[in-house]
């Protein structure tokens, strides 16, 4: 059984086009979260939602979008993609925001902008 | 505001060598959770330890081992026995309380290579 699981695992696209990544966990958990991992391995932040409503937003660029249709849903739509965008997408889940709860993670997507 | 460092971008050992990660950490907060996960080649990230701020016990599991320290504001990791299925990159994590709505800061990361 599959905690947190993303789709799809790779993703392969030209600049300029139009993806989604989508993120389901079954943990029962409150809040959900996308962070970025760059070539260099370093991981940050992007956005963070609890109870379908969004509660971090961090510098990201407007053509990414979250959308949270449920608590156990959070999926990430990037408009016109470009080369900086490739990277390793990871969504993860807590039970709660406050920062006291172990977040899980998914397997990652990795995304490569040509 | 808040910050993590781990110095060690790669340690090489010889399998059955012990091995310690270090983790140095910047909060002003009084109350704040502590982390290390695993990121083995296969890419995902896999939890491996939550310590917060009031408990400074140290924590062993198998042949992993936790040292936290406030004095020197450090949260060190130490395999013993290195087997090459250690073999990762390792980061550690800090999460502070009081304001919230907080995400996790990672360290850069360790990549440990254990050689048979």
């Known amino acids: 059984d599959t905690a947190v699981s993303q789709t799809p695992k790779y993703l392969v696209t030209q600049m300029g086009n139009d993806k989604s990544i989508k993120c389901e966990q079954n943990l029962g958990h409150d809040t959900m979260y996308w962070y970025k991992q760059d070539s260099k391995k370093f991981l940050k932040i992007m956005f963070s939602?609890?109870?379908?409503?969004?509660?971090i937003n961090e510098t990201v660029p407007n053509r990414f979008s979250p959308k949270s249709p449920d608590k156990a849903h959070l999926n990430l739509h990037i408009n016109s993609l470009e080369l900086g965008d490739s990277a390793v997408y990871f969504c993860?889940?807590?039970?709660?925001?406050?920062?006291?709860?172990?977040?899980?993670f998914g397997p990652g997507t990795r995304l490569t902008v040509l | 505001a808040q910050k993590v460092t781990q110095a060690q971008t790669e340690i090489s050992v010889v399998e059955k060598e012990d091995v310690t990660l270090d983790c140095v950490y910047e909060t002003r907060d009084t109350t704040y959770y502590l982390f290390w996960y695993k990121q083995p080649p296969s890419g995902e990230l896999v939890f491996l330890i939550r310590r917060n701020s009031f408990d400074e016990q140290n924590e062993i599991s198998g042949r992993y081992s936790w040292n936290f320290q406030k004095s020197t504001s450090s949260f060190n990791f130490t395999i013993t026995a290195s087997q090459v299925v250690d073999s990762a990159v390792y980061f550690c994590?800090?999460?502070?309380?009081?304001?919230?709505?907080?995400?996790?800061?990672f360290g850069k990361g360790t990549r440990l290579s254990v050689i048979a």
């Open positions: 993860a889940s807590s039970q709660a925001s406050g920062g006291t709860d172990t977040q899980y």
């Open positions: 994590a800090l999460s502070e309380v009081h304001r919230g709505n907080t995400p996790l800061v």
């Open positions: 939602y609890n109870n379908k409503e969004l509660i």
